[in-house]
C-alpha cells in the first residue's frame, strides 16, 4: 500500500513504540500514522521487553523514544532491546537526546552498528527513519540519510578516506605502479607534530563558518579524525558526545558517520572501565600510524596542514 510519502509496504510493518508515559513518542507516532504503518502496541519504556516478545509474528520494529528517561533506565531498557533485537534479527531504532549519547552507545555496545539511532530527531528525520526500518523487512536497521543520492555521497567519502588512509600506511592492493623511491622507502610512524597545530587547524577550518555561514564546509569524518588525533597527542580519552560536537554537524549525522568510520577500522569504541554508561571512541592504530604518516609527507613536500 503506497503512503503519502510514497513508501511502500510500511502498511505492513508493525511498530513497536515503548516511551516513557503514553504522552511521549508523540512525532514517532505521527510519523507511523502519515506512512500508513500499525501502531500493534505503544508502552512505557519499562515494559518494552514484554511488549516486543508478545509482537513477535510478524517481527516489528522496536522503537524506542528515550526522551525524559532516567540515565540508569534508558541505559538497561537499550541494552535489553538490542540484544533481543540482535537475537531475533529485528529493526530496531533509538531515539535520545544529546545527554543521552554516550549511555546510550554505551549499552548498545557491538550492537551500536547494527541499530539506527537518531539525536533529537526532527518530524523529517522520524519518518525518513521509520520509512527505512519498514522497507527493509526482518534484520538490522542500518544507517540511512534522507534520500539515496546522499547516502551514495556519504559512502564513497568513507571508502575515499578509508584508501587514502591504507595508502599512507603502506597497505593499499591496487596494484597501480608507483613511484619507488615513494614505496619503498621506510616511512616514519611518528611525526614532528603537536596537538597545539592540530587544534589550531581544526579552529581555523571552525572560523570558515564565522565568514560564510554554516553548512558550507561540513566534513565530519576528517573533523573528527583530527580531533581524536589531538586527543592521541595529548593523551586523552574522547567520549562519542564530545566527538559528535566536533564534528560540526547535526547529532544524528554525526553518529551516522561514526558508525560509517568505526565499519572502515578507522576508529575503535571502548566502554569507560569506571563507568558502564559512558563510552570512548578512538583512532585505530593504522588510523593513528597513517595520520602521523601523512603530516610526514605533508611537510616533506612543503604542503600546508589543512
Given at each position: ?11 505492513a510493518t508493525?511498530?513497536v ?9 508523540a ?6 500514522a502519515?506512512?500508513g ?6 508502552v512505557a519504556l ?7 516478545v ?13 526522551a ?5 533506565l534508558?541505559?538497561d531498557?537499550?541494552?535489553v ?5 540482535q537475537?531475533q534479527?529485528?529493526?530496531?531504532v ?12 554505551a549499552?548498545?555496545?557491538d550492537?551500536?552498528?547494527e541499530?539506527q539511532l ?13 520509512a527505512?526500518?519498514?522497507?527493509r ?6 544507517a ?9 555521497r ?10 587514502t ?7 593499499t592492493g591496487?596494484?597501480?605502479?608507483e613511484?619507488?623511491?615513494r614505496a ?12 597545539s597545530?592540530?587544534r589550531?587547524?581544526l579552529r ?8 560564510f555561514?554554516?553548512?558550507l ?27 559528535c ?8 549525522t ?7 568510520l568505526t ?9 569507560d572501565p569506571e ?16 595520520m602521523?604518516r ?7 613536500a ?5
Amino acid at each position: 500500500m503506497a503512503t503519502p510519502f510514497g513508501f511502500a509496504g510500511a502498511g505492513a510493518t508493525p511498530f513497536v513504540l515503548a516511551s516513557m508515559d503514553a504522552r511521549g513518542g508523540a512525532a514517532a507516532q505521527e510519523a507511523i500514522a502519515l506512512l500508513g504503518g500499525e501502531l500493534r502496541a505503544h508502552v512505557a519504556l519499562q515494559e518494552a521487553t514484554t511488549a516486543l516478545v508478545a509482537a513477535a509474528d510478524p517481527p516489528p520494529v522496536a522503537v524506542l523514544d528515550l526522551a525524559g528517561a532516567p540515565d540508569e533506565l534508558a541505559h538497561d531498557v537499550v541494552a535489553v532491546v538490542a540484544m533481543l533485537a540482535q537475537a531475533q534479527a529485528w529493526r530496531c531504532v533509538v531515539a535520545m537526546s544529546i545527554a543521552q549519547i554516550d549511555l546510550v552507545i554505551a549499552a548498545l555496545g557491538d550492537a551500536a552498528d547494527e541499530v539506527q539511532l537518531l539525536c533529537a530527531p526532527d518530524q523529517a528525520e522520524w519518518i525518513g527513519t521509520l520509512a527505512v526500518a519498514a522497507a527493509r523487512g526482518t534484520g538490522a536497521v542500518r544507517a540511512a540519510d534522507g534520500d539515496r543520492e546522499q547516502l551514495a555521497r556519504l559512502s564513497a567519502d568513507v571508502a575515499r578516506i578509508a584508501e587514502t588512509l591504507a595508502r599512507l600506511s603502506g597497505a593499499t592492493g591496487s596494484g597501480r605502479a608507483e613511484d619507488h623511491h615513494r614505496a619503498f622507502a621506510p616511512a616514519p610512524v611518528t611525526s614532528d607534530i603537536t596537538a597545539s597545530t592540530v587544534r589550531d587547524v581544526l579552529r581555523a577550518r571552525r572560523l570558515r563558518d564565522r565568514f560564510f555561514g554554516d553548512g558550507l564546509f561540513e566534513d565530519p569524518a576528517w573533523d573528527m579524525l583530527l580531533d581524536l588525533f589531538a586527543a592521541q597527542l595529548e593523551g586523552a580519552r574522547v567520549s562519542v558526545s564530545s566527538l559528535c560536537i566536533a564534528a560540526a554537524v547535526a547529532p544524528t549525522t554525526a553518529l551516522r558517520w561514526i558508525g560509517k568510520l568505526t565499519a572502515a577500522r578507522l576508529l575503535v569504541r571502548a566502554p569507560d572501565p569506571e563507568d558502564g554508561r559512558r563510552a570512548f571512541v578512538a583512532l585505530s592504530g593504522d588510523a593513528r600510524d597513517a595520520m602521523h604518516r601523512y603530516v610526514a609527507t605533508l611537510a616533506e613536500a612543503r604542503l600546508p596542514f589543512v
